[in-house]
C-alpha cells in the first residue's frame, strides 16, 4: 500500500523559500510517477512539478525557474524546494504517486495515491 505525507508547509513572506517533503512508502514500481499538486481554494488540483523512474521531471510554467522537484537516493522522500515564493503560490499542496512514467505535465486524474497535503501561504 502507497502512503504519503507531507511536511515543510508554512507561511513565508514573497520572495522567500520553502521546502516541501513527501515521505513515501509502498511504491515497488519500476516505473513510476512522482508529482507535486497545488489547489486553490474553490478551484481545481493543478499539477506543478513531476520526475519519474527515467529522471524526467516537468514544471508549470508558473514555477519554471523557481521550483525543484527532486527525489532523495533512497527514493523515499519527494521535495519540492520552492524559491521566489508569490503569493499566488498559496494553496494546499499535495504529494502524490502512481505507477508508469510520467506524462509531460500530469494531470490529478491519472494518480491514485495521494498525501493529505500542506498548506503554504505566501504573503506580499
Known amino acids: 500500500q502507497v502512503q504519503l505525507v507531507e511536511s515543510g508547509g508554512g507561511s513565508e513572506q514573497a520572495g522567500g523559500s520553502l521546502r516541501l517533503s513527501c515521505a513515501a512508502s509502498g511504491y515497488n514500481y519500476d516505473y513510476y510517477c512522482l508529482a507535486w499538486f497545488r489547489q486553490h481554494p474553490g478551484q481545481e488540483r493543478e499539477g506543478v512539478a513531476a520526475l519519474d523512474s527515467n529522471g524526467s521531471t516537468s514544471y508549470a510554467d508558473s514555477v519554471k525557474g523557481r521550483f525543484t522537484i527532486s527525489l532523495d537516493n533512497a527514493k523515499t522522500t519527494l521535495y519540492l524546494q520552492m524559491n521566489s515564493l508569490k503569493p499566488e503560490d498559496t494553496a494546499m499542496y499535495y504529494c502524490?504517486?502512481?505507477?508508469?512514467?510520467?506524462?509531460?505535465?500530469?494531470?490529478?486524474?491519472?494518480?491514485?495515491?495521494w498525501g493529505q497535503g500542506t498548506q503554504v501561504t505566501v504573503s506580499s
Open positions: 502524490a504517486a502512481d505507477v508508469g512514467l510520467c506524462r509531460s505535465l500530469p494531470t490529478p486524474y491519472e494518480f491514485a495515491n
